[in-house]
């Protein structure tokens, strides 16, 4: 076990990193009381109020409890971790608690907590984060499935010559699974930029040049290394704001909390409603 305190031991170039989430999932298993978990949540900005949704929360767990957990980098965001049962059955892990890449932490940080789920025996990895929309059709407040990503970080959870098929790593078994429950659901493919600041307007007609749709700071590194542990991935954009240069506004901080907390009814019982379904 680790606190804010004490070093991360992530942060030990020498560490197994997977070694690190086994104990990690150990520390899961004694706190929450559950030892295996079949779906692991992680919830982005906006996203926050679906925990509550998706049935009966029987642990709530302080992140900074658990092996290689960091304190969470931005005030306001939950660094907890909570073991939820669906009303199948279903026992799920809700990460409140991401490292973002801008952070500087390493790339390992920040696939931990999906290492972790992994490693608690979840299958099943839903990312949801809060996100720009480079279409013109879409508004804030509208949560859109992520088809497929283009990831512009230049950065990699995986280490040393370890090839990894991406075809299909988003799901199309669950994007349609969850167009059964929202038929009207959009998708599009999700740019992940470094951050933190935001595009500038001709990095956001760079992405959409190149097919993107969604541009965001998060997500494609963790999907990578989902589906190296190999889990099933299902990701949900809520866009809280038009990438810059398509909204002719400046882009605030302030406005895209805003728009999270607008949103956040409808698209957390929808993402309670897919769960549930899964
Ligand atoms: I919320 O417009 C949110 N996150 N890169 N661009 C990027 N990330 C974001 C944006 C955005 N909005």
Request: aromatic share 4%; charged share 20%.
């Amino acid at each position: 076990m680790s606190d804010s305190t004490t070093d991360n031991p992530l942060d030990d170039p020498a560490a197994d990193p997977f070694a690190v989430a086994a104990q990690a999932a150990d520390d899961i298993a004694r706190l929450t009381g559950v030892d295996r978990h079949d779906i692991a949540l992680t919830l982005g900005s906006g996203w926050g109020k679906a925990a509550e949704l998706i049935g009966e929360t029987t642990a709530t767990i302080d992140a900074t409890d658990v092996t290689g957990f960091g304190r969470p980098a931005l005030e306001g965001h939950v660094g907890t971790l909570r073991s939820v049962v669906t009303a199948r059955g279903k026992r799920v892990l809700v990460i409140g608690a991401r490292t973002h890449f801008y952070e500087g932490h390493g790339v390992r940080r920040v696939v931990h907590s999906v290492r972790t789920a992994a490693a608690t025996g979840a299958k099943t990895m839903v990312l949801t984060n809060g996100a720009g929309g480079v279409r013109h059709e879409w508004h804030p407040g509208q949560p859109v499935l992520i088809s497929d990503h283009i990831n512009l970080t230049a950065a990699s959870p995986l280490e040393g010559a370890t090839f990894i098929d991406l075809t299909d790593l988003y799901s199309l078994r669950l994007r349609d699974l969850a167009r059964t429950i929202d038929p009207t659901l959009e998708e599009g493919v999700y740019c992940q930029f470094r951050g933190p600041q935001y595009e500038t307007p001709a990095e956001v007609r760079m992405a959409k040049a190149i097919g993107g749709h969604i541009v965001g700071m998060s997500t494609a590194l963790e999907a990578i290394a989902a589906r190296q542990a190999g889990m099933e991935i299902l990701g949900f954009s809520l866009i809280t704001n038009l990438a810059a240069g398509i909204q002719t506004t400046p882009l605030s901080h302030q406005e895209v909390i805003e728009a999270g907390r607008q949103a956040e009814p409808v698209i957390s019982s929808l993402l309670a409603r897919v769960i549930g379904a899964l």
